[in-house]
Antibody, heavy 120, light 107 residues
Framework: QVQLVESGGGVVQPGGSLRLSCAAS????????MHWVRQAPGKGLEWVAF????????YYVDSVKGRFTISRDQTKNMLYLQLKSLRAEDAAVYYC?????????????WGQGTKVTVSS | EIVLTQSPGTLSLSPGERATLSCRAS???????LAWYQQKPGQAPRLLIY???SRATGIPDRFSGSGSGTDFIFTISRLEPEDSAVYYC????????FGQGTKVEIK
C-alpha cells in the first residue's frame, strides 16, 4: 500500500535551515507529482510547493520563493524540501502528499507530517 | 491567486442530520479541479471528493459534492459520530489553494 513518511523536522533558530525528507513506497514514484503542504499550529492547510513527476517543473507559494527548494531523488523514491532563512511564520507541520494523477490533481495520499519549530 | 472562502465556520448537528458546507471561489474554478478533504485532530488530511463530485476510493456514499464556477457544495447526508472533523475545500485549477476550513461538530 502507498506510504509516505516524512522526517527531518525539529527546532531551528530564525534564519536557520532545515531539510525535510519524505520516503515514498507502494507506488511508482516516478509517475506522480508531489506536494508539500503545511499547517501552522491551530490553523488551516497551506500549499507550499509542487514538483512534477519527472522533476522538470517546480512551483512555490509566494511566501517561500527564494527560500525553499523542492526536489526529488527518483533512484531513492525520496522527496525533499530544503528550508532556508526560516522565519517564525514558517513554523508548522509539513506534509508531503502524492497527487491522484497528472500535475493538476487532488492529493490522494498524505504522510503523517513532520513538525518544524522556529524559535530562538 | 484564487481565494476559497468556506462557510459556515462551524456546524453543530446531531447524528443522522444532513450537513451542507459551502466553498466560494474568488474566481471561476473548473469543476474538474475542486476537491474536499477531511481532517481529524492529529491526523493528516484525507481526500473525500475530487473533480467536485467524484468520491475517492473507499469513501462512503453519504459524502457528496456538487457545484461549478465559483460555488461548490459538500454534503454529508446522514451524519455519524465519526464525521466530527474539519473539512477543507481545495482548488488546483490555478496554482493550489485551500479554503480556511469548516468544523463539523456532532452534538
Amino acid at each position: 500500500q502507498v506510504q509516505l513518511v516524512e522526517s527531518g523536522g525539529g527546532v531551528v533558530q530564525p534564519g536557520g535551515s532545515l531539510r525535510l525528507s519524505c520516503a515514498a513506497s507502494g507506488f511508482t514514484f516516478t509517475s506522480y507529482g508531489m506536494h508539500w503542504v503545511r499547517q501552522a499550529p491551530g490553523k488551516g492547510l497551506e500549499w507550499v510547493a509542487f514538483i512534477q513527476n519527472d522533476g522538470s517543473n517546480k512551483y512555490y507559494v509566494d511566501s517561500v520563493k527564494g527560500r525553499f527548494t523542492i526536489s526529488r531523488d527518483q533512484t531513492k523514491n525520496m522527496l525533499y524540501l530544503q528550508l532556508k532563512s526560516l522565519r517564525a511564520e514558517d513554523a508548522a507541520v509539513y506534509y508531503c502528499a502524492k497527487v491522484l494523477s497528472g500535475s493538476y490533481s487532488a492529493s490522494d495520499k498524505w504522510g503523517q507530517g513532520t513538525k518544524v519549530t522556529v524559535s530562538s | 491567486e484564487i481565494v476559497l472562502t468556506q462557510s459556515p465556520g462551524t456546524l453543530s448537528l446531531s447524528p443522522g442530520e444532513r450537513a451542507t458546507l459551502s466553498c466560494r471561489a474568488s474566481q471561476s474554478v473548473s469543476s474538474t479541479y475542486l476537491a474536499w478533504y477531511q481532517q481529524k485532530p492529529g491526523q493528516a488530511p484525507r481526500l473525500l471528493i475530487y473533480g467536485a463530485s467524484s468520491r475517492a476510493t473507499g469513501i462512503p456514499d453519504r459524502f457528496s459534492g456538487s457545484g461549478s464556477g465559483t460555488d461548490f457544495i459538500f454534503t454529508i447526508s446522514r451524519l455519524e459520530p465519526e464525521d466530527s472533523a474539519v473539512y477543507y475545500c481545495h482548488q488546483y485549477s490555478s496554482s493550489w489553494t485551500f479554503g480556511q476550513g469548516t468544523k463539523v461538530e456532532i452534538k
